[in-house]
Structures are given as C-alpha cells and as structure tokens.
C-alpha cells in the first residue's frame, strides 16, 4: 500500500506573492528661486514702463507749460501794443483836422490885421465871410452837419430850451427863436440847438 504522499500528482509551485508594481511619481517641487527671479523681473519691467510713461508726461507737461508761458508774454505784448496804438490815436488823430483850422486861423488873422486899415467895411466883411465858408466847409467834410428846424417844433432829442414861455397862440411846444444852433456828427448829436420855447399856457 502506497501512501498518497508518495502519490505522483501535479506539483504545486511556490510562487512568492510579489507585490504590485507601483510608479512612483515624482513631485515637482515649484522652484522658489525661479518664480521670484521672474516675479521680480516683470516688477522690474513694469516699473520701467511707468518711469519712461511718467518721463513722457513731464515732458509733454513742460512743452504746454513753456506754450502757456509764451501765449501769455504774446497777450501780453499785444495789449500793450494796443493800448499804446489806442494812446497814440486818441493824441494825434486830430492832426489833419487840426492842420486845416490852423490854415483858417491864419486866415483870421490876416482879416483882423489889416482891418484897422481898411476904409471899406465890404470888404472886410468879404474876407470874414470867406473864412467862415472855409469853416463850414472843413466841419461837413468831417461829417458835422448844422441841425435844422423844421416846421419849429420842439424836440428834446435835438434841442435844448433855454428859456420857456406860455403862449395861447400853440398848442403844443413850439421853438420860438434859435439861441445857438446845434450840430449832428454823421448820425450821432454832436451838440443841441439852445433854443427860446413856447408852451401852451396852463389851464387853455
């Protein structure tokens, strides 16, 4: 009798159990050093922006501030040149005018010279006459024109009453003489005719 151990069967091999592959994986670890060498260099960078950004600014401000400085020596050069100019007109702006009342003046003074030893008044009449026509003429080329009456009524735009009396022959003001006449300089008075009034006497 053969004992079953000794039985010739399948061998069962011993296979140590091994334990499962695993993949080790590496933890990369953030490199310090490079993150802040790059941090620091878009600082770097970003500073350098602003600098030649504020560099930029200053100068475009000091080009509008040096525009400024000179637009305003420019103002003021021109207002003095004016008020210089407007000085200068009002003083000699008269100069023609002036130049041509001296050519009557010497006109008046010839007339008044030899007077004394005219024996015919016509003719120093004449000679006065003459001068106030070279007047006349000189204050119309200047744009002076006399003021004249019309139908006499009264106007206080145009005349000035020196004296006034009531009347029952009007019935509303009424110039009744002509005291000193008045002058229109082109559309603006010049100076107002002095006049006698007539006024409707109170209670008619």
Not at 25 to 35: G, I, S
Not at 62 to 75: F, N, P, S, V
Not at 155 to 177: F, G, I, K, R, W
Request: no cysteine; net charge negative; hydrophobic share 30%.
């Amino acid at each position: 009798m053969t004992d079953e151990k000794d039985k010739p069967g399948e061998e069962i091999e011993f296979m140590p159990a091994t334990p499962p592959t695993v993949e080790k994986t590496e933890k990369k670890e953030p490199d310090d050093k490079a993150a802040s060498h790059e941090g620091s260099h878009h600082f770097k960078e970003k500073l350098r922006k602003k600098e030649a950004e504020a560099k930029h600014l200053k100068k475009e401000l000091d080009e509008l501030k040096e525009q400024y400085l000179r637009k305003l020596a420019d103002a003021e050069n021109l207002r003095k040149r004016l008020e210089r100019e407007k000085s200068d007109y009002f003083q000699y702006a008269l100069s023609e005018l002036l130049l041509e009342l001296l050519a009557i003046s010497d006109n008046f003074e010839r007339a008044l010279q030899s007077a004394p030893a005219e024996t015919d008044g016509k003719t120093f009449r004449d000679g006065v006459e003459l001068i106030h026509r070279m007047l006349q003429s000189l204050l119309v080329k200047n744009g002076v024109q006399p003021i004249v009456l019309k139908d006499r009524a009264f106007d206080p735009n145009l005349h000035h009453a020196m004296t006034v009396e009531e009347s029952e022959d009007v019935q509303e003001p009424e110039v009744a003489e002509e005291l000193q006449k008045g002058y229109m300089h082109h559309t603006r008075l010049l100076r107002p005719t002095l006049v006698k009034v007539r006024v409707p006497k109170k209670g008619q």
